[in-house]
């Protein structure tokens, strides 16, 4: 090799000093930015879930009211609106969604045979969510 050839790759050396390291900070930033996604896709996914396990339980205990009118079809007026506080089976079941939902209440009108259960709570975000079912109930 010639001093011409030598001092070339060494100029060409110099040149090439700290892409590495440049290399080394980009994939750093690059992972960082997939780290950041995950952590917030975490967090949306635990909010999702959170909110329909408390869908869930709404449709539940709309269920379980609906069940209990269905066994005593002859005094399905006494769930209605203020009446529930009079009726035993309908208070508890009013306690219930008290304690299973966060700011939760429920209503349950009566319009003939026409029930309407409605079921409203407050979701963490501060949101109100409303869960609302109709059926008809005919004495037998």
Request: hydrophobic share 40%; aromatic share 6%.
């Amino acid at each position: 090799m010639h001093r011409s050839q030598i001092r070339q790759l060494r100029t060409a050396a110099r040149l090439q000093t700290g892409v590495m390291l440049l290399e080394i900070l980009v994939s750093i930033l690059i992972f960082s930015f997939g780290v950041l996604a995950l952590v917030g896709l975490q967090g949306s996914m635990t909010r999702a879930q959170t909110e329909a396990e408390l869908r869930a339980e709404a449709s539940f205990l709309a269920g379980e009211v609906i069940g209990l009118m269905w066994t005593s079809t002859t005094s399905l007026s006494s769930y209605s609106g203020a009446s529930c506080d009079t009726t035993d089976a309908c208070k508890t079941w009013a306690e219930k969604v008290t304690e299973k939902l966060p700011a939760g209440q429920g209503t349950v009108t009566v319009n003939g045979n026409t029930v309407t259960v409605t079921i409203t709570w407050r979701h963490s975000g501060g949101d109100q969510r409303t869960y609302t079912t109709t059926t008809d109930i005919t004495p037998a």
